[in-house]
Every structure is written in C-alpha cells, then in structure tokens.
C-alpha cells in the first residue's frame, strides 16, 4: 500500500476516534497507529490521578487499557464494545506519563481478541489484559487490512 493510502487511513482512523469521542482527554495521544496496531501515551495528573501515596490509581490504568483496545478496534475498521476484559496489574508505581500498547490477535466478523500492556515511562510493565470485543458497527472507509 502507498504511503499517500497509508497517511490517509490513519486520518480516518484519528477522525473516527475523535466523533466516537476516544480522544476527548487532553492528556491522552496517539503515539503510533498501524492495522490492528497502536501505542498510545497518557500524561499524569498528581492530583487526581495519583493515590494518596503517590502512585498510579487503578481505575486510570482501566481507562487507558479500555482507550487502546477501542482505538486498536477502529484501526481494523469496527467500532466494539468488551465482552470480556481480563486485566492482571503487575505493578503500582509513581509515574507522569503511562504508555499503552495494543494488538489485535484476532479479527472476526462478529469479535475481535486483542492483547495489551501498560508501562511507565521506565518500561516498567504495569498491567496486561486479554479481551474479547464484540463488534457493534463497520466504519465505513476504513479497512480491516491496511
């Protein structure tokens, strides 16, 4: 595929995001996107994001895991909602930035089976999850295979 082809599905993909409002959070980034694909970044609020100890909250770790996988599913063209979310977190840690990656293991007609990892901006891992999506709408313009 060309890269004219390429810089124009992740337009697309970025501007789906945006209507579905996954990137309403000014603090959360997309920091590489490709099919099935993505790294995204999400920068600390001490206040609010931060426990009373100084470490990252859980329910922050859930929201940036949740952010990946629904941006990963508009990659391939879907918009999904979890069936299923299996999360282990590893690690509490003190940080300002968090990074979330994503792959897509399985893209069917009906659901999706995605992988993805949290870190710090060390690369300490923080969290894994395995989750199953459920596909609720094709997004027009957008392929499963890019």
Same mark, same amino acid.
């Given at each position: 595929?060309?890269?004219?082809?390429?810089s124009?599905?992740?337009?697309?993909?970025?501007?789906?995001?945006?209507?579905? !409002?996954?990137?309403?959070?000014?603090? /959360?980034?997309?920091?590489? /996107?490709?099919?099935?694909?993505?790294?995204?970044?999400?920068? /600390? +609020?001490?206040?609010?994001?931060l426990?009373? !100890?100084?470490?990252?909250?859980?329910s922050?770790i859930y !929201?940036?895991?949740?952010s990946? $996988?629904q941006i990963s599913a508009?990659?391939?063209?879907?918009?999904?909602?979890?069936?299923?979310?299996c999360c282990?977190?590893?690690? *509490?840690?003190?940080a300002?930035?968090? *990074?979330?990656?994503c792959?897509?293991?399985?893209?069917? !007609?009906?659901t999706?089976?995605?992988?993805?990892e949290? *870190?710090?901006?060390?690369d300490t891992?923080?969290a +894994?999850v $395995?989750? +199953?999506?459920f596909?609720?709408? +094709?997004?027009?313009?957008?392929?499963r295979?890019?």
């Amino acid at each position: 595929m060309s890269t004219e082809n390429v810089s124009g599905i992740l337009f697309l993909v970025q501007s789906a995001c945006l209507e579905r !409002r996954f990137l309403d959070d000014p603090a /959360l980034s997309i920091e590489q /996107l490709n099919c099935g694909q993505i790294r995204i970044s999400f920068s /600390l +609020t001490a206040g609010i994001d931060l426990d009373h !100890r100084g470490k990252v909250r859980s329910s922050v770790i859930y !929201r940036l895991l949740e952010s990946v $996988l629904q941006i990963s599913a508009v990659s391939v063209g879907v918009e999904a909602e979890t069936l299923n979310f299996c999360c282990n977190i590893v690690k *509490y840690t003190a940080a300002e930035k968090l *990074y979330a990656v994503c792959k897509i293991c399985h893209c069917g !007609r009906m659901t999706l089976v995605a992988e993805a990892e949290v *870190y710090d901006e060390n690369d300490t891992l923080l969290a +894994t999850v $395995l989750t +199953t999506l459920f596909v609720v709408e +094709t997004i027009k313009d957008i392929p499963r295979k890019w």
